[in-house]
């Protein structure tokens, strides 16, 4: 089992689906987690869980689309914590729209928090990595829609192969000074955001019943079921260890088997 004993792990989205799982299971192995998240009261929820449990955490509002928020979230970590080992850029929204209806506000509203939010949180993480003397770990969700596009979500697919690119780029940039960037894709995963897609579908017409869409979508994963948060934990685990200190730049598809590439 890796060790992430007293390191200390940022986790944006943290209140709800994956981000939470990732919360409490490295929660549970020993790290100090900052759950943040839009939501403050459901972050806390998330980090008081972790405490019941016995391990420590901490909650804090962020909004990823603003730096000085992101800047503040980072602070709060190191001030409570002593230091940033690991940064999870994790919050992200969806959004179902025929390809010929997305407008440009639709596009600013997915693509600013899932594309520019992962952004920004690398650079100010990367800031407080290098006043530490080096090293330091980003990790990204981005997802099958970063390497494939699908139909009616072309503006979140166009939001998640730039986390792509994005990890792949700071890799290059910041290799030398021991900083890693690496991502993890997941498929279809039973979260609060699918159901938001599955809703998109109906309102557009493209599916008539309530998860129709997702149980379409879901079928296509060789491993047989939809995925759940906690089979994200342990990509998360390793990426955020010892274990993967070798890799970087790297996006790893965890999704029962949906995307081959
Ligand atoms: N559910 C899936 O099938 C799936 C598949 C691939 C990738 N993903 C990605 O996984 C990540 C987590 O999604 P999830 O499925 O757990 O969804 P979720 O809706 O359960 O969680 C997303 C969290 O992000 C938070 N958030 C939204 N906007 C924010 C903002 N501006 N600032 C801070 N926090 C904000 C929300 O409050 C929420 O708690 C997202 O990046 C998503 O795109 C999800």
């Not at 503040?72 to 001030?79: F, R, S």
């Not at 080992?85 to 929204?93: E, K, M, P, Q, T």
């Not at 010929?100 to 639709?106: A, F, R, S």
């Not at 599955?198 to 939809?226: C, H, I, K, M, Y």
Request: proline content about 2%; charged content about 20%.
């Amino acid at each position: 089992m890796p060790d992430l004993r007293n390191k200390t792990i940022v986790i944006t989205g943290a209140a709800g689906g994956i981000g939470a799982a990732i919360a409490r299971a490295l929660g549970a192995d020993g790290a100090h987690i900052v759950a943040a998240d839009i939501s403050l009261d459901a972050a806390s929820k998330v980090a008081d869980e972790i405490k019941a449990a016995g391990g420590s955490a901490a909650a804090v509002a962020v909004d990823v689309r603003d730096r000085a928020s992101i800047r503040a979230m980072l602070e709060h970590a190191v001030a409570t914590f002593g230091r940033l080992d690991v940064l999870f850029n994790n919050a992200g929204i969806a959004q179902t729209r025929p390809f010929l209806e997305i407008t440009e506000e639709d596009w600013h509203r997915v693509t600013d928090v899932n594309a520019l939010g992962v952004l920004i949180g690398m650079q100010e993480a990367i800031k407080i990595f290098r006043r530490q003397g080096g090293g330091g770990k980003l990790i990204n969700t981005a997802s099958i829609a970063g390497k494939q596009g699908y139909e009616p979500l072309a503006h979140y697919c166009a939001s998640k192969f730039a986390v792509v690119a994005m990890t792949q780029a700071a890799a290059r940039a910041f290799g030398k000074e021991g900083i890693t960037a690496n991502a993890f894709c997941p498929g279809v995963v039973a979260t609060g955001m699918w159901k938001t897609i599955d809703q998109g579908f109906r309102d557009s017409g493209l599916t008539n019943r309530e998860n129709e869409a997702f149980d379409t979508f879901a079928a296509g994963a060789v491993l047989g079921r939809p995925s759940r948060p906690d089979d994200l934990v342990g990509v998360a685990r390793f990426l955020a260890s010892a274990d993967s200190d070798f890799m970087t730049g790297q996006s790893l598809l965890v999704d029962g088997g949906m995307v081959f590439v």
